[in-house]
């Protein structure tokens, strides 16, 4: 075990000093992927996750989350094998975008709320791209074409819902964790008698919690903005030293055996480091590609969601023992289904791509901030709704099943 550990520790060495040389030969380079590091983390991600981690930090304060999760936990636990309470994480997750579905995740196992097998189910599904990221910036900035938002939410957050019911049978024999409370009766008094409990143990004055949500916020917006200016410079002077050219070969190999455009592997290079950047060079690859190609790869990118990604939710799990092998794997299987679902949806949705373009929010792509500010409220009630609504018909649709098979297995 030592041995392994001193090897990792050599590799890790070795591949900081490349990354210095890198750096030193090519400071441009470097210099100007920070900026745009920069500006993709002000622009984009600041606006869009520093609202979103202060809410959430007021909602577990104020006990809003254990009433959600109390309500949804019959339906919750028999569809994913997690405690109701992720079904608000899971909205949550789906309307703000990564990594919230991993900061909110640490925080339940903190407070015990999930153990390790259903943390780690929990994240794996929960860590998605935003609706305004996924229509502002790059169906509108990226593509020129807010009918190809429709498209993409599908194949993205249909393809979480997927990893979500294929996750249930990750740790198949662990035991779940125990409900919250003992008190019996109507759910909603449940609901709330779980929220003035939650209340009662955090205990905050509202100043307090409000101060501290916001400091806690801004430490984590720095985290997360520090690791994408990070992998920027990093894919950047390793592509300027050549470094990056035996990947760049393994990956278009790979996509002539699924029949897409070997000319995407820039993009696909790109989007396994940051999310921003491969989406962008997508969209932005040669026009004789067909577009379906570029849209797929795009929701190929915005699902794996780049180390950058990876590193903002390892860094938030650090503290706690979820394993990053279940969120990898989860991460790879989503980015190859919602590729898949752009191919197989591609067609049947051509017919309603005029229709949507009518009903989706405008977005200006030339003033980022202020359009996000239009759009939250909106798009993201939209996507909780959602995700809430889809809770239930997924729990109707095994009910169904349930007892479908109950009723084959009693007649025979």
Sequence with gaps: ??????????????????????????????????????????????????????????MLGFGIVHFFGTLLDPMMRPVFRIPGIGGFVMAMGFAAGYPVGARLTSQLWEQRLVN????????????????????????????????????????????????????????????????????????WKRAFEAMHTARMNDGRPIGVLL?????????????????VVFFSVVLEVLTAAKVMNFMYLLIQSALQMTGLPHELSQAVM?????????????????????LSSKVAIAAFILSWAGLSVHAQVVSLLSHTNLRYLPFVTARFVHALLSAAIVLVIWEPMQQ??????????????????????????????????????????????YSFLKLMYEKVGGSR
């Design 211 to 227: 101060s501290q949500s916001i400091l806690h916020s801004l430490s984590l917006i720095f985290v997360v903005g520090g690791l």
């Design 1 to 58: 075990m030592q041995k392994r550990n001193f090897t990792i520790a050599l590799l890790t060495v070795f591949i900081i000093i490349a990354i210095i040389i890198c750096l030193f030969f090519f400071p441009h380079e470097g210099m100007k992927a920070a900026l745009r590091g920069v500006s993709i983390w002000w622009d984009v991600l600041f606006p869009a996750l520093f609202p979103f981690f202060v809410i959430s930090e007021i």
């Design 116 to 187: 390790r097998e259903e943390g780690e189910r929990l994240v794996a599904f929960t860590t998605s791209s935003d609706p305004i990221f996924l229509i502002g910036a790059v169906s509108v900035g990226f593509f020129h074409d807010v009918s190809l938002a429709m498209i993409l939410a599908v194949a993205h957050y249909g393809g979480s819902v997927l990893i979500g019911i294929l996750m249930r049978f990750h740790g198949r024999k662990s035991m779940g964790t125990p409900l919250e409370g003992k008190s019996k009766g109507w759910l």
């Design 352 to 397: 309603f791509r005029d229709g949507v373009t009518a009903f989706l929010p405008e977005y200006d792509a030339a003033s980022p901030l202020s359009s996000f500010l239009k759009l939250l409220v909106p798009v993201s009630g939209t996507i909780i709704l959602s995700t809430f609504s889809v809770i239930v018909l997924l729990f109707i649709a």
């Design 270 to 290: 790109n989007g396994l480091f940051e999310v921003t950047l491969g989406a962008k060079t997508a969209a932005s690859a040669a026009v004789t590609l067909a």
